[in-house]
């Protein structure tokens, strides 16, 4: 993972050794409560793990300097999910457990540049695909999407991971401990978990998806990739995989307190061929950004394109574009 600096231009890119190496889908960031910097990471490969960061030290908003190199000084740990319920971060530090030379790590160093080996010397939990990883504002709960993982057979399923052959994705929601919002305890060795949704049509038992029961026909999704929150604690979830199901790619919104909890509805569909990716709000919810990734990608020439999106002029190929949703009255996206 590389740092940045938007607000400084002669600043330069700091790789964060610290947080591990891996094929990092999602790096996202929550100051606990007692002020030290938490990041959530996704490993997005078959069989791969969650990750977590805690810093050392506590940032302090009112002095932005004290979070310049946060990241290079505290524990990486990965996960362990159980059967009854609960979830454990297991600390990747060299000399604890099965992390020491005699094993293979020579050092600290050597425990990140190995982290998958590390991870799996430690009997983390082999995942379907881990993409992005994103902390609900309101609740403080934490949710962590499961895209796919089409390798998995009978033999390797797991509490967190319950479908062989698991084409469709599914979305875990992880518990901290402490209380809600501002309240919740980042930094705990254990939380509790729960499968919020598992993904598919729910007419096709042998999918076995779990959407709320009044899941529309054009509500439930696959493939769940990138999420976002909006202000009021709404999931949305960014779709990537649906066009292998002959279903377009899209963002979805879905409650997840109360009566409708596990319910989604259909905000955006996606051009010919495109995914959607990194869907992010405004502060005050009244407008989305959302990334759409190559239209008609499968198209070999231009003459072959199914779509133009977003100029459809003749000659003008389709073109990955940014876009921005807003509802005509300026109420918040989704009220």
Partial sequence: MVEIDPYDPTSKPVKRTALGRMSHEASTVVVNKDGRVVVYMGDDDYFEYIYRFVSAE?????????????????????ARFDADGTMTWLPLVHGQGKLTAKNGFA?????LLKTRSAADALGATPMDRPEDIETNPVTGR?????????????????????????????IVELIPPG????????????YEWDLFVLCGNPKEAAVGATFHPDTSDNGWFVCPDNI???????????????????LPDGV????????????????????????ATGPCFTPDGTTLFLSVQHPAEDAETLDKAATLWPDFRDGQPPRPSVVAIRRKDGQPVGA
């Fill in 107 to 111: 050092d600290q160093a050597e425990v």
């Fill in 58 to 78: 506590a940032y302090d908003p009112a002095n932005p300097a004290s979070g310049k190199d946060l990241l290079d000084d505290g524990v990486l740990s990965v």
């Fill in 228 to 246: 976002t929150f909006d202000p009021a604690g709404r999931l949305w979830v960014a779709t990537d995989g649906a066009n292998d199901f002959d």
């Fill in 142 to 170: 934490v949710y962590a999407v499961m895209t796919k993982n089409k390798k998995r057979d009978q033999s390797k399923v797991n509490p967190a991971n319950t479908r062989p052959e698991n084409l469709w994705g599914h």
């Fill in 179 to 190: 209380g809600r919002g501002i309240e919740a305890d980042h930094t705990a060795e254990k």
């Fill in 252 to 275: 979805y919104g879905v409650d997840t307190e109360g009566a409708a909890r596990g319910l989604p509805k259909l905000l955006f569909t996606c051009p010919h061929g495109a995914e």
